[in-house]
């Protein structure tokens, strides 16, 4: 699933931020990072778990498929210095830059963490931008304490 082009997602702000290094930026910088990043939707790739979709390799060009069964979703984790990292990108370009040609879903950074809130021991760290030449990580309690 990528991103759809009609989803108006616009990080720019956040973007320029991000060019300011973690050990140069003033405390405003920091908080206006912050306060960015509270606001932001961002895109994350994702692993359909499902079954919704286990026979689609059956289906026509214009088939519906139908289930009783809700979406379900689960992020996809990568590796990270302190352990598994939940990668976000502020772009498509940017998930082009890393290699990320997966399935993903834009979500809004405070619905993130209010999911994060309940799985948060399968996780130890957020990435924004990972394996790109701009990226932030960031713990997973310090992301949770912006919210």
Known sequence: MEPESNIEVDNSKLEEIMKIEPEEMTAEEQAELFDVLKESQLFMPIEVTSSIFDNIENAKVGDTIESDEPFRFKPIAINGPSGK???LFTSKERMEEAGANVSCIAIFTEDLAGMLEQTCDDYSEVAINPFTTKSLG??????LNIF
């Open 85 to 87: 990292a939940i990668p």
């Open 138 to 143: 960031m713990p997973l309690d310090g992301f």
